[in-house]
């Protein structure tokens, strides 16, 4: 199996930044596409920056010029430096893994595996 551990959320004022981390960890061969995701409360959930395993990246209109997705592939980490952060950017964030990895009976499927969340509160 495989399990996504984020880290680096907190509190922080207007203007400040803040870096996620996400590792992903467990059988995998190889891991595609990673993204971070963000869900605030009474919202939807919604895409916030994806990256592809060559380091192509998109990101959501309303973060561009403000947040970086990058990744390490030798580490299986990606990370989310957010700068210039707004209030309206409070959320609860969660890593995002597109991951082709061996299941229980040791055959190899692709899977999406979503991290546990951390919790980004800016301050006004």
């Known amino acids: 199996q495989v399990q996504l551990v984020e880290s680096g959320g907190g509190l922080v004022q207007a203007g400040g930044s803040l870096r996620l981390s996400c590792t992903a960890s467990?059988?995998?061969?190889?891991?595609?596409?990673m993204g971070w995701y963000r869900q605030a409360p009474g919202k939807q959930r919604e895409l916030v920056a994806t990256?592809?395993?060559?380091?192509?990246?998109n990101e959501l209109d309303s973060v561009k010029g403000r947040f970086t997705i990058s990744r390490d592939n030798a580490k299986n980490t990606v990370y989310l430096q957010m700068d210039g952060l707004k209030p309206e950017d409070t959320a609860v964030y969660y890593c995002?893994?597109?991951?082709?990895?061996?299941?229980?009976?040791?055959?190899?499927?692709?899977?999406?595996?979503w991290g546990q969340g951390t919790q980004v509160t800016v301050s006004s």
């Open positions: 995002n893994a597109a991951v082709l990895g061996y299941n229980n009976f040791g055959v190899l499927r692709p899977n999406a595996y």
């Open positions: 990256i592809s395993s060559g380091g192509s990246t």
């Open positions: 467990g059988s995998i061969s190889r891991i595609n596409a």
